[in-house]
């Protein structure tokens, strides 16, 4: 069964999707989330001018000389352009390969080691008041777990929060569901750790006298804080007891959690920037991580996120798949599977896409009573609509980025 026809499908119902779509001799389809936020296009020209001409013609069912001969053969390896554009083909050839078969990919990967995938939703609020009505509509959603972003006295716009001055102008486009803000530049945010590190552990304080000891709660300091402040954040917090406490300190230099584990007990969780299992090497074996976060669509595919996990879990490491809404429908069933599959599931993060984006893609997953099943359809369940996806051209869009108070640029 060969390849004998390949389309890179770029649409953007509620924000930009890359689909790889993969049609073979037989008339079998796969789909593969080629997503880089705010990059897109990169993806895109590297499928379309470099990958999809060696793909033609290829054996469909052999997977891991496919993957291998991708990544090998390019020469430049690692990078996000390069992995999201492996993962694709390594998502639509698991696809096609059960639709051969006729069974669900989680079957393949060795069938269902749990009923349902416990998820979390993103709540939050500028202020204690609206975070707390986040957080119940996130439960009368049915969300048994909870990340809380919160705003902080003193600053204008901060990453994850609905209610902030951009989403008003944003004519009901939710900021914490889309980062990326449409446009020919990315916004400027302002940021102040020790405002933040003041504030976050009075937040937790106030959820937990609010919601109690039982509801897992999760925090996302998205790469703002130096190790020290990481510590110190973490050891804050311990009262609270985190679920986990997400990229507390730029992830490039991995040593530096060892002085975060060294002050703190709250369980750390890192990596949806991360791009291969070597990004993991030393944080995994000196065990600096209690949850990797890679996404299917940003490490290489079904194939090489499984090995990451299978590594991690030999340190009792377990998953927290990467779910926002940047993570196709397609993207998302992966991850699904994947973590359907492996022994060593920690959570799933769940955004919900929008309406439109549904409309494009059809998807057969399920989610009741806080836990999502990726369905029994033959391969990933999920189809995308070529005339619907067609009536969303490509928008610009860009993540926005920080500057403190003196102007310096910092992580966003
Ligand atoms: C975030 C993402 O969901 C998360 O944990 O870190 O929202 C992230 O900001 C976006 O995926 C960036 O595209
Ligand atoms: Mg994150």
């Given at each position: 069964?060969?390849?004998?026809?390949a389309e890179v499908i770029v649409?953007?119902?509620?924000?930009?999707?890359v689909t790889l779509?993969?049609?073979?001799?037989?008339?079998?389809?796969?789909?593969g989330?080629a997503?880089?936020?705010?990059?897109?296009l990169a993806v895109v020209a590297y499928l379309k001018d470099h990958v999809v001409p060696l793909l033609?013609?290829?054996?469909?069912?052999?997977?891991?000389?496919?993957?291998?001969?991708l990544?090998?053969?390019?020469?430049?390896?690692?990078?996000?352009v390069t992995?999201a554009a492996i993962a694709a083909v390594?998502?639509?050839?698991?696809?096609?390969?059960?639709?051969?078969?006729?069974?669900?990919?989680?079957?393949?990967?060795?069938?269902?080691?749990?009923?349902?995938?416990?998820?979390?939703?993103?709540?939050?609020?500028?202020?204690?008041?609206?975070?707390?009505?986040?957080?119940?509509?996130?439960?009368?959603?049915?969300?048994?777990?909870?990340?809380?972003?919160?705003?902080?006295?003193?600053?204008?716009?901060?990453?994850?929060?609905?209610?902030?001055?951009?989403?008003?102008?944003?004519?009901?486009?939710?900021?914490?569901?889309?980062?990326?803000?449409?446009?020919?530049?990315?916004?400027?945010?302002?940021?102040?750790?020790?405002?933040?590190?003041?504030?976050?552990?009075?937040?937790?304080?106030?959820?937990?006298?609010?919601?109690?000891?039982?509801?897992?709660?999760?925090?996302?300091?998205?790469?703002?804080?130096?190790?020290?402040?990481?510590?110190?954040?973490?050891?804050?917090?311990?009262?609270?007891?985190?679920?986990?406490?997400?990229?507390?300190?730029?992830?490039?230099?991995?040593?530096?959690?060892?002085?975060?584990?060294?002050?703190?007990?709250?369980?750390?969780?890192?990596?949806?920037?991360?791009?291969?299992?070597?990004?993991?090497?030393?944080?995994?074996?000196?065990?600096?991580?209690?949850?990797?976060?890679?996404?299917?669509?940003?490490?290489?595919?079904?194939?090489?996120?499984?090995?990451?996990?299978?590594?991690?879990?030999?340190?009792?490491?377990?998953?927290?798949?990467?779910?926002?809404?940047?993570?196709?429908?397609?993207?998302?069933?992966?991850?699904?599977?994947?973590?359907?599959?492996?022994?060593?599931?920690?959570?799933?993060?769940?955004?919900?896409?929008?309406?439109?984006?549904?409309?494009?893609?059809?998807?057969?997953?399920?989610?009741?009573?806080?836990?999502?099943?990726?369905?029994?359809?033959?391969?990933?369940?999920?189809?995308?609509?070529?005339?619907?996806?067609?009536?969303?051209?490509?928008?610009?869009?860009?993540?926005?980025?920080?500057?403190?108070?003196?102007?310096?640029?910092?992580?966003?």
């Amino acid at each position: 069964m060969i390849i004998d026809r390949a389309e890179v499908i770029v649409t953007s119902p509620d924000r930009n999707f890359v689909t790889l779509k993969l049609t073979t001799d037989e008339g079998l389809t796969g789909l593969g989330d080629a997503t880089l936020n705010g990059r897109e296009l990169a993806v895109v020209a590297y499928l379309k001018d470099h990958v999809v001409p060696l793909l033609l013609g290829r054996d469909a069912h052999r997977i891991e000389d496919t993957w291998q001969f991708l990544y090998r053969s390019a020469y430049w390896r690692r990078g996000p352009v390069t992995m999201a554009a492996i993962a694709a083909v390594d998502m639509a050839l698991w696809d096609i390969k059960g639709k051969a078969a006729g069974m669900p990919v989680y079957q393949l990967l060795g069938g269902a080691s749990r009923n349902g995938l416990l998820a979390y939703g993103h709540a939050s609020g500028k202020d204690n008041e609206a975070l707390f009505d986040s957080i119940r509509s996130h439960q009368e959603q049915g969300y048994k777990a909870i990340r809380v972003q919160t705003g902080v006295p003193g600053l204008k716009s901060i990453y994850g929060i609905a209610s902030n001055a951009t989403y008003e102008a944003m004519e009901g486009v939710r900021y914490d569901h889309e980062p990326a803000q449409r446009g020919a530049l990315p916004n400027e945010e302002d940021w102040d750790t020790r405002s933040y590190l003041r504030h976050v552990p009075t937040v937790f304080e106030a959820v937990r006298n609010e919601f109690g000891p039982e509801l897992p709660l999760l925090h996302d300091a998205h790469h703002r804080l130096t190790p020290i402040q990481a510590a110190k954040l973490g050891k804050s917090l311990e009262p609270y007891d985190l679920f986990w406490l997400e990229d507390v300190s730029p992830a490039e230099n991995q040593e530096a959690l060892r002085l975060v584990r060294q002050h703190t007990t709250t369980p750390l969780a890192i990596g949806e920037i991360f791009n291969t299992v070597w990004d993991y090497q030393q944080i995994i074996r000196e065990q600096l991580i209690d949850y990797v976060r890679s996404a299917v669509t940003h490490t290489g595919g079904i194939s090489h996120l499984k090995k990451v996990l299978d590594y991690a879990s030999q340190y009792q490491i377990k998953s927290g798949m990467h779910g926002p809404t940047d993570i196709s429908p397609v993207g998302m069933a992966a991850a699904m599977h994947l973590g359907l599959s492996i022994h060593n599931f920690g959570i799933q993060e769940y955004m919900q896409h929008g309406a439109k984006t549904d409309r494009v893609f059809q998807q057969s997953f399920t989610w009741e009573g806080g836990f999502l099943h990726p369905g029994d359809r033959p391969g990933l369940g999920v189809e995308l609509d070529t005339d619907e996806a067609g009536k969303y051209p490509y928008v610009q869009a860009y993540l926005p980025y920080n500057r403190l108070a003196d102007g310096t640029v910092h992580d966003w």
